[in-house]
């Protein structure tokens, strides 16, 4: 194998698992600093921290294979957590029930959002943002721009309880996600009809595909997820606050597309969608250790974001041209 082929083969596989590599840099980087970086407590940390954005993450990937997006997935994150919280406090529901309405709502603000979205044909973008406006207002609303905290002990076991030793709840949770989605995506028809709808809408609707049941029910899922990960995200703090959920859709969106799912619809996947999450993940958590002051890590995390989407639309610029 000569030069030039070595150079295409390292090309593409850049080109492909941007994300991976990426992480694979941190981590290499990391083995030269005198931090507890890889200690078993900050790996599980780590994850622990990452897993609410991973769970929002895989609802996101959804809706962008099929060819939309959401960002309401914020607003949604805080008023679920809000309610569950304000349930269980003010009728002293059982905790059960008072997810599951939580879950309710976030699959309603889904439903509303397909509504517009696909019914009525609608930009996604500008839609979900006024949707998770709105649902910010509604939080501040809700608790008087106060943080609100759960007087039941057993709401804070959710996320921080363990059922396996030295492992929370909330990452055990996010992993059966992880894999449930996965499977969902990649081995049923319902997943292989999101791939198609995002790849050609009006192919997939001329070859038999219910192209507006599949892409509405995206968007009930997504905020399905969303709503779970609010009251997950409230357990883990035993609080529910406005404020939690002001750039959360804006840095998953933009995990995703850097894990290497597409705007554009039909590419990518929940594996990819990880990737791009924990790019962020270990950068902070790297950033963290290495004491880098917060302006400074928002600016790096945007050079990040700036510097593998070029990255990608340089490659698939190469690839027009040899075409």
Same mark, same amino acid.
């Given at each position: 194998?000569?030069?030039?082929?070595?150079?295409?083969?390292?090309?593409?596989?850049?080109?492909?698992?941007?994300?991976?590599?990426?992480?694979?840099?941190?981590?290499?980087?990391?083995?030269?600093?005198? =931090?507890?970086?890889?200690?078993?407590?900050?790996?599980?940390?780590?994850?622990?921290?990452?897993?609410?954005?991973?769970?929002?993450?895989?609802?996101?990937?959804?809706?962008? +294979?099929?060819?939309?997006?959401?960002?309401?997935?914020?607003?949604?994150?805080?008023?679920?957590?809000?309610?569950?919280?304000?349930?269980? #406090?003010?009728?002293?529901?059982?905790?059960?029930?008072?997810?599951?309405?939580?879950?309710?709502?976030?699959?309603?603000?889904?439903?509303?959002?397909?509504?517009?979205?696909?019914?009525?044909?609608?930009?996604?973008?500008?839609? =979900?943002?006024?949707?998770?406006?709105?649902?910010?207002?509604?939080?501040?609303?809700?608790?008087?721009?106060?943080?609100?905290?759960?007087?039941?002990?057993?709401?804070?076991? +959710?996320?921080?309880?363990? +059922?396996?030793?030295?492992?929370?709840?909330?990452?055990?949770?996010?992993?059966?996600?992880?894999?449930?989605?996965?499977?969902?995506?990649?081995?049923?028809?319902?997943?292989?009809?999101?791939?198609?709808?995002?790849?050609?809408?009006?192919?997939?609707?001329?070859?038999?595909?219910?192209?507006?049941?599949?892409?509405?029910?995206?968007?009930?899922?997504?905020?399905?997820?969303?709503?779970?990960?609010?009251?997950?995200?409230?357990?883990?703090?035993?609080?529910?606050?406005?404020?939690?959920?002001?750039?959360?859709?804006?840095?998953? #969106?933009?995990?995703?597309?850097?894990?290497?799912?597409?705007?554009?619809?039909?590419?990518?996947?929940?594996?990819?969608?990880?990737?791009?999450?924990?790019?962020?993940?270990?950068?902070?958590?790297?950033?963290?250790?290495? #004491?880098?002051?917060?302006?400074?890590?928002?600016?790096?995390?945007?050079?990040?974001?700036?510097?593998?989407?070029?990255?990608?639309?340089?490659?698939?610029?190469?690839?027009?041209?040899?075409?």
């Amino acid at each position: 194998m000569n030069r030039n082929t070595l150079l295409q083969s390292a090309g593409k596989l850049i080109s492909k698992q941007k994300a991976l590599i990426a992480v694979l840099l941190m981590l290499i980087l990391m083995l030269f600093t005198q =931090t507890n970086f890889y200690t078993p407590f900050n790996i599980v940390d780590m994850l622990n921290s990452s897993s609410i954005l991973l769970i929002l993450a895989f609802g996101v990937t959804m809706t962008v +294979i099929s060819g939309g997006c959401d960002l309401s997935i914020g607003g949604v994150l805080v008023v679920s957590g809000i309610i569950a919280i304000r349930l269980i #406090n003010d009728l002293n529901m059982n905790i059960g029930l008072a997810i599951l309405i939580s879950l309710i709502f976030g699959a309603g603000v889904g439903f509303i959002n397909g509504f517009l979205v696909v019914q009525q044909k609608t930009e996604p973008f500008i839609i =979900t943002l006024g949707m998770g406006m709105t649902l910010t207002g509604l939080a501040q609303q809700l608790t008087n721009a106060r943080p609100v905290t759960c007087d039941n002990e057993a709401f804070t076991m +959710i996320s921080n309880g363990k +059922i396996i030793p030295g492992v929370n709840n909330l990452v055990v949770i996010m992993l059966v996600i992880l894999v449930i989605a996965h499977y969902v995506m990649r081995y049923t028809q319902f997943g292989r009809s999101m791939y198609a709808i995002g790849g050609d809408y009006e192919v997939a609707r001329y070859s038999g595909i219910n192209v507006v049941f599949v892409k509405w029910a995206t968007f009930v899922i997504c905020g399905m997820l969303a709503a779970l990960a609010g009251v997950l995200l409230s357990s883990k703090l035993n609080s529910g606050s406005s404020i939690y959920g002001e750039t959360t859709a804006l840095i998953v #969106n933009c995990a995703v597309v850097v894990g290497g799912v597409s705007f554009a619809g039909g590419v990518g996947g929940i594996p990819q969608a990880a990737l791009g999450l924990l790019v962020f993940g270990v950068l902070q958590n790297a950033m963290n250790m290495l #004491n880098v002051q917060s302006f400074a890590q928002i600016l790096t995390q945007g050079l990040v974001i700036v510097a593998i989407i070029w990255l990608d639309s340089y490659s698939r610029k190469v690839k027009r041209e040899r075409v």
